[in-house]
């Protein structure tokens, strides 16, 4: 009996611990966080913005052949600096607005006044290559002669890096090439004589020798040399803005000005 009683206490100690076991909380391995991937890819990116485009020019045509720019008229701030008037006036049609003082410090300058002939003083004997600076004195006489100006290697350049990476520029250039130019909406710069006067018959045209130290090259000059943006086109005429005095906008006879713009050799930029 005794062992009886021993082996049924035995059996009830067995059954409370497996009821114990039972009844515990069940402690598992926290799973390994996964590694990041190397890559952090963004599903839908934000856009990237596109640079603002040059704005189109858009001619405007008429029926009888007419073709004009719109282009504002802008008066020379500086005596004798034409050329960047035009210049300015011919980016703002394109959409960008510079002020000459702006344009002009890209210019390098060549102060020194020019030897004369000492029996025609309208005549020059030597002074600076307007090929590759400014000659003379910005706010001189151009009949005086104490100051020039600048031709068109410089003011291309300047074009070219102010919004008109594609303008074209040189001697020799066609009427044709112009006209057609202007046909197609771009501006065009040209170097004529101011007030279309007849330079030749005044004797105000020559070639002068630049400084040596500029290269001794044959500059052919007019003294009244100006430069206008031209703005239109017809049949006949040409539309002018023309930087001088005031400043002003008109339709001039195309005859009359390919013979002034000859005294230059044709040089012209045309802005794109």
């Not at 002009?104 to 004997?125: S, Y």
């Not at 070219?160 to 501006?187: C, I």
Request: net charge negative; charged share 10%; aromatic share 10%.
């Amino acid at each position: 009996m005794r062992t009886v009683i021993v082996f049924l206490l035995t059996l009830l100690v067995l059954v409370a611990g497996t009821l114990a076991v039972v009844a515990s909380p069940k402690f598992t391995l926290a799973a390994a966080t996964p590694t990041p991937s190397p890559l952090f890819v963004i599903e839908n990116p934000p856009p990237t913005p596109s640079p603002t485009p040059t704005p189109t020019l858009t001619p405007v045509a008429t029926p009888s052949g007419v073709v004009t720019i719109s282009m504002p008229v802008d008066k020379q701030t500086m005596a004798l600096d034409c050329e960047t008037a035009a210049l300015q006036m011919g980016l703002e049609a394109l959409g960008h607005h510079y002020t000459q003082s702006a344009l002009f410090a890209f210019e390098p300058q060549d102060t020194r006044a020019p030897v004369l002939d000492p029996n025609n003083k309208k005549r020059v004997l030597q002074w600076g290559d307007p090929y590759t600076s400014f000659v003379g004195n910005v706010n001189g006489s151009d009949l005086g002669p104490t100051g020039y100006g600048i031709y068109y290697p410089v003011i291309l350049s300047i074009a070219k890096s102010h919004g008109a990476p594609s303008s074209t520029g040189g001697e020799g250039v066609t009427a044709a090439q112009v006209y057609d130019a202007l046909a197609n909406g771009h501006p065009v710069l040209v170097w004529v004589e101011t007030g279309w006067e007849n330079a030749k018959a005044a004797g105000y045209t020559g070639v002068w020798t630049s400084w040596p130290d500029t290269g001794s090259k044959r500059i052919p000059y007019s003294l009244i040399e100006h430069v206008v943006t031209l703005s239109g086109v017809s049949p006949t005429q040409v539309r002018v803005n023309d930087p001088w005095k005031s400043g002003s906008q008109y339709w001039f006879n195309k005859s009359a000005f390919e013979a002034s713009w000859a005294d230059f050799n044709n040089m012209a930029i045309v802005l794109k």
